[in-house]
Every structure is written in structure tokens, then in C-alpha cells.
């Protein structure tokens, strides 16, 4: 597994990350410190996002992308990715794997397909503990998780990510919420202006940026926050192989038969 970490801030506890050393981090460190104070554009295009909104509309009435944004306010619409804050300290390339082709510059029915794609199927080993009734799931995709639904035929399901591009408003900064392999591919190819979903984010929880491994939010309001554009330069990343991980789930099943309480659960 190769790894491209942003260095030009301060580095989190990451037990895979080699000794970087003080030359390249003092370097990193050095070209953020002269950048401008940051001043953030708006990152929706609202002239191709109005020309294009016959290509979007489908899309909103879909019933994946519904529940992926339930309970929060959003849109559809066209971006530009360098106006966008990185959140995400790190990306993770699999060695070995071939990824598809991008769509050329300016091949917009391409880019809502690779923006609004459907979810892949999870792949996942599963094993039986029938002495502690536990189900237990084996899986590469370190995004695997199980999420709670409301169809009452399916209570639970393995869920790997949001298949969605996705971008947020949140105090008055934008940022990439999710797609950011597709994002770094696409602004390698020159491409910087994609259709996503617009979530307009109230809290840092709505945002998705609140899970220890992210950057703090002192560094996202900073007057040199680091962007997503930033993954492709060199002087700004530290490049190394990490080991592949499993992820592994556990499902415990408890099977009880009481009688019911005054209020109406078991007692």
C-alpha cells in the first residue's frame, strides 16, 4: 500500500509512517508559512452548474443518493476542485491495481457518471462463531462498516463508502467531503471542474471531519489550511508503503424471551 501524507502541518500519531526527515518537513513547512493568508473562493460554478442541470436533475431523485444524504441540506451542481480544503491528512493507493480511465476535459455525461456512480458490492470473507453466536466479516476495504437502515426486511447492512463526489460548505470554507482518489486522479489529468453533490454542513460531524486521524480544526481555519490540490506536490507530501490491513467486523447475536414491563419493553 503506498501512502501520500501531507507534510507541510503538523503530523498526527501514525504508527506506518516512517521517519520523515527534518530536512523535508522543515521544507514543506517552510513553503506553507509563505503562502498568502488564504482567501476561499466560492467553489461552486454556477454558470456550468446552471447549464448543466438538466444532466444533474436526474440524479436527485435517486434513491441511493437520498438516503446517503439524509437529514442534511444539499444540491447538485458543477465545482472547481482547487478551491477546496483537504480534511483527509492521507491517501491510499493499492499497489498492483489498475484504475479505469478518466473522462477527457470537458465530457460532462462522463464526468456525472464518474461523479454519481453507483456503490460497488462489498467484498468481504464472513466466518461463523457459533460457540459465541457472532458473525464475523474480513475485509480490504478499510471503509467497510456496518450501517443501520430503515427497511425493516434489512435492519442491517455492509456498507463500504459513498459512491457519490461529494463537497461541503462549512463556516464559511468549502471543502471535499468524499471522493478524494478521484479528485487527486482528476487534478493529475488536468481536469478541475466536476459535478458533486453540494452539502451545506451546519456542524463538523455534518462536514465528516471530526474522526481523530483527520486534521483539527485549528488547521482547517487556518490562514494556510491545506487544500486538496496540495496531494499533488511533491515538496508538500511525504511518499511511503505501509502494510496491507484488514478490516474485521463482529456482529454478536442476542437471543432473549421475557415478559413485557409496564411500559412495553422486556423487563
Known sequence: MNIRELSGWDL?????????SDDKLLRARSRVAKRFAFVQLDAVCASESEQLKDLLEPHASRTDLLDEMSGLSWTLGIVDLRSLI????RLYFP?????PLLPALGDWPALVALSFGTAKPPKFDKTHDSAGNTLVLRSE?????????????????????????E?????GRWFLRDGYHRAFSLLKAGIDRVPA???????IEQLGANQPWFFPEKTLFSQAPPLVADF??????????????IRTLRLTI???LAPESATGEQA
Open 197 to 203: 453533490v453540494i452539502v451545506k454542513a451546519e456542524t
Open 95 to 99: 499497489q498492483g491495481i489498475s484504475y
Open 254 to 256: 442476542e437471543d432473549t
Open 167 to 171: 463537497v461541503a460548505s462549512y463556516a
Open 12 to 20: 498526527d500519531d501514525y504508527e506506518y509512517r516512517p521517519h520523515v
Open 141 to 165: 476495504n478499510p471503509n467497510t462498516h456496518i450501517r443501520i437502515t430503515n427497511d425493516a426486511n434489512f435492519p442491517v447492512t455492509v456498507h463500504t463508502g459513498s459512491p457519490f463526489f
Open 232 to 245: 499533488l506536490e511533491d515538496d508538500l507530501v511525504s511518499e511511503y508503503d505501509r502494510p496491507r490491513l
Open 86 to 89: 483537504a480534511f483527509q491528512r
